[in-house]
């Protein structure tokens, strides 16, 4: 079974970790959240407080197939900020898993970091104006090579649904439940 890592950073967007968790679940992959904090308590965007399976420095030598990063103004800063994260993501990267950021996560994140490493990519907002790194693709979910970004929570379920795709290597199961809880992906 796949294994995904969504790490959840103080003030995450709870609806984009949520939902992708859900999708992710419901397609039977193996999701564990991860405390990108001193415990496995983290207090989302909109003061919704989860508690995480792990924190980060519980799992640091863990390789998973995919690292899933919600944004979330605060929770994205706090993920770049973050030199364990940061580290943590290049090592997947460098291993070839599927890193996966949606929101303002592929900006502050990787590009604030230098791990777009040139690819394509989308996010929310103006946050691509300031970016050299990367090649900025105006679209709901942009795929190139291990990275899947999405442009913010509007299209939380594409790219939730685009990273079950990927890791089952396999459209149709995702393409059912699509059909069956939102709409035709």
């Not at 415990?39 to 792990?54: K, L």
């Not at 940061?86 to 990787?110: E, T």
């Not at 394509?120 to 104006?129: I, K």
């Not at 999405?150 to 089952?168: I, P």
Request: net charge negative; aromatic share 8%; proline share 4%.
């Amino acid at each position: 079974m796949k294994k995904v890592a969504v790490l959840l950073a103080p003030g995450f967007e709870e609806g984009e970790a949520i939902v992708t968790i859900d999708i992710l679940r419901r397609l039977h992959l193996d999701v564990e959240l991860v405390s990108c904090a001193e415990s496995r308590a983290v207090v989302s965007y909109h003061d919704i407080p989860m508690v995480a399976d792990a924190t980060l420095a519980e799992r640091m030598d863990k390789m998973y197939d995919a690292v899933v990063l919600p944004g979330g103004p605060q929770g994205s800063v706090n993920l770049a900020g973050n030199r364990d994260v940061v580290r943590f993501i290049a090592m997947h990267d460098n291993a070839g898993k599927y890193i996966c950021p949606i929101c303002s996560a592929a900006a502050r994140v990787l590009a604030g970091n230098g791990l777009l490493k040139g690819r394509r990519y989308v996010c929310s907002g103006d946050l691509w104006q300031d970016i050299k790194d990367g090649d900025y693709i105006d679209a709901p979910v942009v795929e190139d090579g291990n990275l899947i970004s999405g442009k913010g929570f509007g299209h939380v379920f594409d790219f939730a649904f685009t990273v079950a795709a990927r890791l089952l290597g396999d459209d149709a199961p995702v393409r059912d439940h699509a059909d069956h809880i939102y709409y035709r992906w």
